[in-house]
């Protein structure tokens, strides 16, 4: 282990296609292109709630020590799996909506609504 904790940017989910959900994340230390360095997965074991679901997931994270962060300092993201395209975890219809709650609950990032405008970077 390189550095003294180990870190995730956020939480990915994919969908059962019927109203369950399994919860996954990817953690690493501080080791970037070093020798030694590590890194891991953490995944629930059965399909559930989506808020269960996370709820597990970062809690068991948290318990492990493992920190969530987001890229470059930002806060942490809540992914759908393959972001929602995923042909063997189909998302349901309103994908976006359902993590776009999830994510306000939690005070973490995620897509924004397919009905509203890609913000544009003004240089």
Known sequence: MIGN?????GISVRSDGHGKWA?????????????????????????EPLAQAIDTIKADAEKLGIQFRGTIGEIPFLWGEQDGESKEWPMPVNWRELLQEQARRLGWSTYLPLDKPTPTVVK
């Open 23 to 47: 919860a996954f994340l990817r953690f690493q230390d501080d080791g970037f292109a070093e020798d030694g360095a590590t890194e891991g997965w953490l995944t629930t074991r059965y399909f």
């Open 5 to 9: 904790t180990y870190w995730s940017t």
